[in-house]
């Protein structure tokens, strides 16, 4: 019985080792040299679409020139165009910014108000309503244009975070996120001091630490959107 019993534990030590090498498939699966490994790889993917925006926009400022140069339009429909270019946020912008930078607190902050509870971990990075809720204040405040870090928003950009990392139009950034908005400094600053998400946000600044700055510029200029400006959706099959 007990040469039975032996044979079975031994049986079992050798399923549970074969078990662990086929998840593995050859990785060691204590380590997360893995997950760094993905991590490089969306660093990587990043700057290949930096790269490319870069070459779109080089190739779509060669062809708004040839097509002013030789459009075969009336001086007022050239002026509507570059009006409706400018709205559209896909030509550059200058003028007087206000620009809001929001950051991550210490990992190992405490409270800085008697008689707040310990943070939680979400308590000290920035979460992706709290940008969007910067980016909307300064719409509301009369924006005629706002850039988040180095690219241009437009109608159908998308202020997405994963993790404690930001994705906008195919491009990741880590904090400190730093949004820049043209417009009349006065409205934009009302219009973030009147908005409920961003007190709700200044009260985690006061407690732990938050990163928080609004600064005024004289004058900024703001990128055109250098991306596609086709929507993708959804088309049933059949």
Not at 197 to 209: D, E, R, S, T
């Amino acid at each position: 019985m007990l040469r039975l019993l032996s044979a079975a534990v031994f049986a079992l030590a050798g399923l549970l080792f074969w078990v662990s090498f086929d998840t593995a498939k050859g990785v060691d699966i204590r380590t997360d040299e893995p997950l760094l490994r993905l991590s490089d790889r969306v660093q990587e993917k990043s700057r290949q679409n930096e790269q490319l925006d870069n070459e779109l926009s080089g190739v779509r400022k060669d062809v708004d020139s040839l097509a002013h140069a030789d459009s075969g339009v009336s001086d007022a429909t050239r002026d509507m165009l570059d009006r409706l270019s400018a709205k559209a946020g896909t030509s550059k912008l200058s003028g007087p910014a206000v620009s809001v930078t929001l950051n991550d607190a210490p990992p190992n902050a405490t409270p800085l108000i008697p008689g707040v509870p310990d943070p939680q971990p979400n308590d000290l990075v920035i979460h992706q309503q709290d940008l969007q809720a910067v980016v909307n204040a300064l719409w509301a405040g009369g924006a005629s244009g706002i850039k988040v870090m180095d690219q241009r928003l437009i109608s159908t950009s998308a202020v997405r975070c994963v993790g404690n990392t930001l994705i906008l139009q195919g491009r990741v950034y880590s904090p400190p996120y730093k949004i820049t908005a043209v417009g009349d400094p006065g409205k934009l600053h009302k219009a973030i001091d009147r908005s409920p998400a961003i007190q709700n946000y200044l009260q985690y600044v006061n407690a732990y630490g938050l990163g928080w700055k609004v600064e005024d510029d004289k004058r900024v200029t703001l990128p055109g959107y250098s991306g596609t400006v086709d929507l993708h959706y959804a088309k049933p099959v059949g």
